[in-house]
Nanobody, 124 residues
Framework: QVQLAESGGDSVEAGGSLRLSCAAS????????MAWFRQIPGKEREGVAT????????RYRDSVQGRFTISQDQGKNTMYLQMNDLKQEDTAMYYC?????????????????WGQGTQVTVSS
């Protein structure tokens, strides 16, 4: 099983930027897609963005479109999430997930491999 490890979370002020990284212990091209999800206590994990590893096609949830950019570096087996113009409502634990089958990208059940998460806190 491939291990995923997120990093890059921090506390920033609204309007700031962060770049999250998700390093995989194996070849990410073995996955159909990888994605970033986020979760706050008491709520379901929600899809933020996804990238299909072979086509590099991306998808975003509406609230982050134009502010976040998902990318991958297959040579480094790493996925990234560049987050700009951060808002308080972006505060959450961010997780990376990897999927080995095609399914609805924004449903956590589609992803069989997960990292431990990295905390993003945005203050006003």
């Amino acid at each position: 099983q491939v291990q995923l490890a997120e990093s890059g979370g921090d506390s920033v002020e609204a309007g700031g930027s962060l770049r999250l990284s998700c390093a995989a212990s194996g070849d990410i091209s073995s996955f159909v897609s990888m994605a970033w999800f986020r979760q706050i206590p008491g709520k379901e994990r929600e899809g933020v963005a996804t990238i299909f590893t072979r086509t590099h096609t991306t998808r975003y949830r509406d609230s982050v479109q134009g502010r976040f950019t998902i990318s991958q570096d297959q040579g480094k087996n790493t996925m990234y999430l560049q987050m700009n113009d951060l808002k308080q409502e972006d505060t959450a634990m961010y997780y990376c997930g990897a999927a080995r089958i095609y399914s609805a990208w924004d449903k956590s059940a589609a992803y069989g491999d997960w990292g431990q998460g990295t905390q993003v806190t945005v203050s006003s």
